[in-house]
């Protein structure tokens, strides 16, 4: 673990969150047996009841929420909508093709970023699924990355996390009877050393069980991953190709024998994928890379590391892509040079770089490229134009443009979530805001679960002067945020602006008996979990 990961909670969470579940409830719980059913026409063994009955979907999905509460709240967290996005539209075609993956629930996966130099990605309870900066960074095309999310995909939809709590509820018993043992020990003159050996023993056998498992589970995830990126069009041996890189990553550092290890050994996953490989030959038809992954990869390229010598570094980068025959190397080095110039204030030299991106882009005459996929990045280079256009300092002229574009790119791509929140921004910013309230008024209606936007219509309602409103929506985007107290504070607010309508005051109080009653429900869960 590095040291940065040390210093954060959830990050431990994150990579134990299993542990972290069951040794709260262990001891008062009863032993339940983790029970496999028959095996699925995938060959992979389907879940016995004591998986849900250990953690159900719902609490599972809970949990997630709630540490997922936490991670937004960490300044590493890569609150970039291009980033999430993208990441979301490729994660979620790869649930697609996951069968039974949402569970009995159909819960929405949720696919995000966080700044860290490891490379590595975990899975939440729930379909919370985290990457780390640099795993994107050293993913040389989409099937290696396809064959990490997959992987993680492979977690949720085995439900391991579950499985977990139900097989540390048996061994939660076994250092306890090692004590019990212990004692006795002492107590018939075995001396001090000889109870240490017998409690130690014990520990040591729970936790080698737990290893054990967890082994378990990273090679099942492994075969479903492989055969969920098989299904969607991603060369396998991918896998293979990340897996060695992060092999030779590991030597660095130093690896574990394999029965130390929470993780098989990277050597036995390679020959197992190599082996699953042979049996079933990859796809006729090779998913190609999208240019959205390179330009992706150069906005996290620039917000990895945001000191001097860091954007130093992503500009040594960018130059070296913009010298490679590869078009969207070079595509993705111009766009990063232009996301950088912006980020460091250069809003001529940004919109210069993008332009050059976009151009290159466009058949050439008489150029024939298997390089070009069918995508040209319309929408990400549309999100840069207008952030560009909505950086300090622009003319309202220049301001005014962004609406327009910021209109013709939602209209373009409806569904995209980075471009109509951009849209509502550059309405806000040209002073539209009688627009720009109607319009995420809209947005809130269709998209309930999205913060961000009751974030915007606050911000809306404080410039229209809409005190009330303005407190009113803050408080539901607490309620999402899962900060009930502080959504309780906003309501209380909203009831003593002078603007407070009668109308507001019933809602108002509505949504305040609703939020007292989920608090003390949420207590009381909490009194019962500390027994």
């Known amino acids: 673990m590095s040291q940065r990961s040390s210093r954060w909670p959830w990050r431990r969470v994150a990579t134990a969150v299993g542990l972290a579940v069951a040794t709260a409830a262990a001891l008062a719980a009863p032993t339940v047996p983790v029970l496999h059913g028959s095996a699925d026409t995938t060959g992979l063994p389907t879940l016995g009841d004591s998986a849900r009955a250990d953690l159900s979907p719902v609490m599972e999905r809970k949990l997630g929420e709630e540490i997922m509460n936490d991670i937004r709240r960490d300044p590493d967290y890569l609150d970039d909508d291009a980033i999430i996005e993208f990441l979301n539209n490729f994660g979620e075609n790869l649930v697609s093709f996951a069968p039974g993956a949402r569970g009995e629930m159909n819960a929405d996966f949720f696919f995000f970023a966080v700044r860290d130099p490891m490379i590595n990605a ?7 699924i985290g990457v780390h900066s640099q795993l994107l960074l050293s993913a040389q095309n989409e099937s290696e990355l396809a064959s990490v999310l997959s992987h993680e995909i492979g977690h949720v939809q ?19 009877a090692a004590l019990l043992l212990a004692a006795l020990v002492g107590k018939a003159g075995g001396g001090a050393d000889a109870a240490m050996g017998v409690m130690m023993g014990g520990q040591g056998l729970a936790i080698q069980r737990q290893l054990n498992f967890s082994r378990d589970a990273e090679r099942e995830a492994d075969r479903v991953g492989f055969q969920t990126m098989r299904a969607a069009g991603y060369d396998t041996s991918g896998m293979v190709a990340f897996f060695k890189r992060l092999q030779s990553t590991t030597r660095i550092y130093g690896e574990a024998p394999a029965w130390l290890s929470s ?13 699953r490989i042979r049996e079933n030959p990859k796809p006729i038809h090779i998913r190609p890379d999208s240019i959205e992954f390179h330009l992706v990869r150069a906005r996290v390229r620039v917000l990895q590391d945001e ?7 992503a500009k040594a980068t960018f130059q070296s892509q913009l010298a490679q025959q590869n078009m969207q190397q070079q595509t993705a080095g111009m766009y990063g040079m232009s996301f950088l110039a912006l980020k460091q204030g250069d809003l001529k030299s940004a919109q210069s770089w993008l332009d050059k991106a976009k151009a290159s882009t466009k058949p050439r005459p008489g150029v024939f490229s298997s390089e070009r996929t069918g995508t040209d990045g319309s929408a990400m280079f ?5 952030e560009i256009k909505l950086a300090p300092g622009q003319p309202p002229d220049v301001v005014h443009q962004a609406v327009q574009d910021g209109e013709s790119a939602y209209q373009k791509f409806p569904l995209s979530r980075m471009l109509a929140r951009q849209y509502a921004d550059a309405l806000v910013a040209d002073g539209q805001l009688d627009k720009a309230a109607q319009f995420l008024r809209d947005q809130v209606q269709q998209y309930r679960e999205e913060p961000k936007l009751y974030d915007q219509l606050a911000k809306t ?26 959504a309780v504070d906003q309501l209380n607010l909203a009831r003593k602006a002078k603007d407070v309508s009668f109308y507001d005051q019933a809602v108002i109080d509505a949504r305040e008996r609703e939020l007292s009653e989920r608090q003390k429900d949420e207590k009381k869960e909490k009194k019962d979990k500390d027994r």
């Open 122 to 128: 975990f899975a939440l309870p729930g379909g919370f």
């Open 158 to 176: 085995q439900r391991h996390i579950a499985r977990m709590i139900g097989q540390q509820k048996q061994d939660a018993l076994l250092p306890l």
């Open 263 to 275: 993780h098989p050994l990277t050597g036995e996953r390679i020959a197992d994928i190599q082996s």
């Open 307 to 313: 000191s001097q010598k860091g954007r130093e570094e």
């Open 382 to 386: 549309a999100a840069l134009g207008t």
């Open 461 to 486: 309602y404080a410039a229209q002067g809409k005190i009330a409103l303005q407190h009113m929506a803050l408080a539901e985007s607490y309620v999402l945020t899962g900060a009930l107290p502080a």
